[in-house]
């Protein structure tokens, strides 16, 4: 059984940071494809940052939102089976529910963290 299990989220002011972490249970990040994703208030979810198993010779493939390029990392702790997003210079559009999602035959989500970004 898959589990995902975000934390890390919180109220933070404009230009600060935080680190996102995802626990999973039921796979391993090192062999398929996962993400963050985000939704805020009245939009559809939306993908922040993905990383991309192509085995393990290309493990670690990153795509990242426009929105969020040069600012947050995706990364991952394969001893801890743990993924990561890192948050820099954050903006208040940053505001969010965030999402740890993975692809494993069908998608699986956890049930999200808030980021709450104070102007």
């Known amino acids: 059984q898959v589990q995902l299990v975000e934390s890390g989220g919180g109220l933070v002011q404009a230009g600060g940071s935080l680190r996102l972490s995802c626990a999973a249970s039921?796979?391993?990040?090192?062999?398929?494809?996962s993400g963050w994703y985000r939704q805020a208030p009245g939009k559809q979810r939306e993908l922040v940052a993905q990383l991309t198993s192509g085995g393990p010779a290309n493990y670690g493939t990153t795509n990242y939102a426009d929105s969020v390029k040069g600012r947050f990392t995706i990364s991952t702790d394969n001893a801890k089976n743990t993924m990561y997003l890192q948050m820099n210079s954050l903006e208040p559009d940053d505001t969010a529910v965030y999402y740890c999602g993975v692809l494993y035959g069908v998608p699986y989500w956890g049930k999200g963290t808030l980021v709450t970004v104070s102007s």
């Open positions: 039921g796979i391993i990040f090192s062999r398929i494809t």
